[in-house]
Structure formats: structure tokens, C-alpha cells
């Protein structure tokens, strides 16, 4: 399939509207209602990793900018202007590249001709990538024109560093932070391309591919094209995890549910696997402690989250998961792993200290909070006072109170006065109870049973009769 007019599937499919951009939804939306309200502003800076469509955009908002035909807020593609945009030799549009053009010679072009009118379109447009390669002198040549643009002059910049970027700058311009694109973004985007390609491709390994462009669309269809001309059309996990030196989506999963039973054994034989057929063990922890993440997303906010980066295959694992270990267990095994991550910055060895955080992880994963067991002892307190009358329930520890009121209706109790206070309903269930000696204890426990044989002797005299103050 591959012949002399193969177009590189990046190229091919990069997106030629804002409608077709993925993952920057905030951007495109605060763009296209700038362009609708006429409140184009006279810079912008798209700050953003690699590969997630900066340069992209930028030429896309260009074309909006001067489409002879817009359709609403979208360029046609078909005009004069847009084709010659996209071609990238429009009088009007220049593009400069300040990784390779850094100098004050480099902008000098763009200052002598940003004052003469456009040729054929409606807007001078400027865009400048890696603009903080700018050396300071390129920069302070071109602030005198950030000033005071003339009204047909637009500036785009785009970087990957947007701190290197002097607050001068950033201060004239419109700032945009373009995200890393989700996952499961990614994954739809890739099965789009392989449908309109004619590609079949497992839907874990176009999973893979993703997981290893890390939030790029143009890496992923790079790989995505790599792996085309490598297995020709058809496309399976393993190829895809080989390039990148992943591990599987099941043998992730297997790990966590290692970590999530406590079963030590699993967790050694997992990293002893990973490691020696040479997986990069860094990436492993930080897409274990993506899937933790996402474990603690789908308890709180149930599989439909928006924040879910996950595919549908994934979502079951994960729900699955998520029923059977509580919340609060969840949360302190991603704390665990999320510690671990960091420490792995600085350690010689790798395996060790995953291994033994995994392990200590998998202790977490299996010992009950203290929240649990809270809960456990209200629960308890709770059926002991339901207990029918004349049973033993454990007395509850309280603070002396205001003494205990005989009701209006029970004039008959003689033992009231000087008994202690009964309780027949749960106790409070904010307070702890507080540890008291075996012996005060198990007095206070015949104390109840002697007042009960008591009262049970007295006719007309309940248990009920003496409430609590
Ligand atoms: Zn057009």
C-alpha cells in the first residue's frame, strides 16, 4: 500500500478546521467567538507540549482570519487564500521557525513589512514557533511593534516553554494553555484514520500507540503510520508495545489486581517479567499510577466521568476494581504510588524500590483505615443497642451531663434517681469511645445486668422509663 504518493498519515489527516481539532476544545471555543464578535485580539500565545497541534491551530485561525468564503467562523479551504495558507506561501501570512531563526536579523523582515497593508487578504499575520528561542535582542526589536501594531497586523506565537517566555510578552497577548490530548481522544481519533485507510487494527493496539504518544496526536499517528508499514494492514497490540517498550493493558491490569488483593508472589513475578524483557520501568509507574487514578475517578464519580481517560475496555476492569476495595484503601495506594513515582527520579535502583513500594502498596491495598473501623464499631454499638431488654449491651462512655429526668409519666421509679442513664437508642456517632479499664468496664456491664434484674422485678417499671437527659 505504501507507493511513491503515500502522504504521511500526520500530514494527511491533520485537521483543517477548528471543528476537526481534538482535545483543545477551550481554545477553539474562545477562538471562533473572538472571530464571531469581531474581537480578534493583536496576539496570541498557544503554550503547549509537542505534537498537540499548536502550528496547527495557528494556521487554522490564520485561514479563518482571511477565507474569502467562511463558512460561519470555519475557513472553506477552498479559496485563494486558504489553499495558499495551507500551502504556506501566502503574501500575507508568515511563518517563522525561532528555533532555527532566532536572531534580530531574523525578525527585522517582519518589522519593515508589518506596516504595509495586507496584499490580497484582510489581515498581516505573523506566526512565530518556539518564540522562546527569540534571542532578548529579537525580542526587544519586535516589542516596539507589540505596542502599537498597526490595525492589520495579527501575531501568533506558539512554544513548548511558555515560562522562558518574557512577561513583556505575555502580558501583550491573548495566553492559551493547550493540553496534553486524552487517551481515549487519541484512541478515536486513530480508529477514525484506520477506518478511512481500510486498516484493521486491535483496538489495544491502537490503545498502545496512544499510551505512547503521551497526549500527541501527531507522534500517534507517526507510530500509527510506522506500524502500517512495518505489519501492513493489520495492526496488533504486540507490535505496538514493542515499539514503545510497553507493557500490555492486561498485564497492567493483572499488577494492579496483584496490589489490590495483597498477593505479594504476583507482584514480584510482574516486575521480574517487566524488567527482564527490558520494559521501561519508569513508565510502568507512571501508568500504574494512571490506573489508580482512574480507579479513584470511577468511585467518586461513577464510570462516566468526564475525567476518565479510558477506553471502554478499560472501564470494565476499572469498575470491577473499584467494587471490590473502598475508597479511602484506593486513594492511600495512589498516594503510595504517586510517592514512588517521584522517588524513582533519584534512585539507582529502580526495581528495588518499585518492588517494595508495590509491596507496601499491596499492605495499604489490605488493611483496613481507620475510617473502616469506625464505621465497624458504630455499626457494632448500633445492633448491641437494639438488642431486646434485659440482654447485656455495652454501656456507652460519656461525659457526665445534666442528671437524668424522670418523664412525667412514670411516677413510679424509685431506683431512677441514683441509677446510671440508660440508652436505648445508637449513640452519637461522632464520639469515639474512649478507653476505659477492663475492670471499670466489665463493672459497668453488671451494673446494667443488676439494673435490669431490678427493674424486670418491679411491676409497671420499664427500661424505657428512664430516658436519656
Ligand atoms: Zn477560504
Known sequence: MADSTHIALPLKYRPMTFDDVVGQEHVVRTLRHAIE????????????????????????????????????????????????????????????????????????????????????????????????????????????????????????????????????????????????????????????????????????????????????????????????????????????????????????????????????????????MFDSSGKNMRRIAGELLQHFRNLVVVQALGPKAKSLTATPEQVKTLVEQAGRVSAARVFRVCDQIAEMEDRLRYVLSVRTLIEMSLIRASRIATTATVEELMKAVQELRGQMASLPPGQVAERPQREPSAPPQREPSAPSAPVAPSAPPRCETPPPASEPPRAAPVDARRQAILDDAKLNSILSAMPGATITDIKEP
Request: charged letters at 25%.
Open 37 to 272: 464578535a469581531g474581537r480578534v485580539a493583536n496576539a496570541y500565545l498557544f503554550i503547549g507540549p509537542r505534537g498537540i497541534g499548536k502550528t496547527t491551530l495557528s494556521r487554522i485561525f490564520a485561514k479563518a482570519l482571511n477565507c474569502q468564503n467562511p463558512k460561519g467562523v470555519e475557513p472553506c479551504g477552498g479559496c485563494v487564500n486558504c489553499r495558499e495558507i495551507a500551502a504556506g506561501r501566502s503574501l500575507d501570512v508568515t511563518e517563522l521557525d525561532a528555533a532555527s531563526h532566532n536572531k534580530v536579523e531574523d525578525v527585522r523582515p517582519i518589522i519593515e513589512s508589518v506596516e504595509f497593508k495586507p496584499a490580497t487578504s484582510k489581515y498581516k499575520i505573523y506566526i512565530i514557533d518556539e518564540c522562546h528561542m527569540l534571542s532578548n535582542a529579537a525580542w526587544n526589536a519586535l516589542l516596539k511593534t507589540l505596542e502599537e501594531p498597526p490595525p492589520h497586523a495579527r501575531f501568533i506565537f506558539a512554544t513548548t516553554e511558555g515560562d522562558k517566555v518574557l512577561p513583556t510578552i505575555i502580558s501583550r497577548c491573548q495566553r492559551f494553555d493547550l493540553r496534553r490530548i486524552q487517551t481515549n481522544d487519541i484512541v478515536s481519533r486513530l480508529k477514525h484514520v484506520c477506518e478511512c485507510e481500510g486498516i484493521t487494527a486491535e483496538e489495544d493496539a491502537l490503545l498502545a500507540i496512544a499510551r505512547g504518544a503521551e497526549g500527541g496526536m501527531r507522534d500517534a499517528l507517526s507510530s500509527l503510520d510506522q506500524l502500517i508499514s512495518f505489519r501492513g494492514d493489520r495492526v496488533t497490540e504486540e507490535d505496538a508495545l514493542g515499539i514503545f517498550g510497553l507493557v500490555s493493558r492486561a498485564a497492567l491490569e493483572n499488577l494492579a489486581n496483584a496490589i489490590l488483593s495483597g498477593d505479594t508472589a504476583a507482584i514480584l513475578s510482574s516486575i521480574e
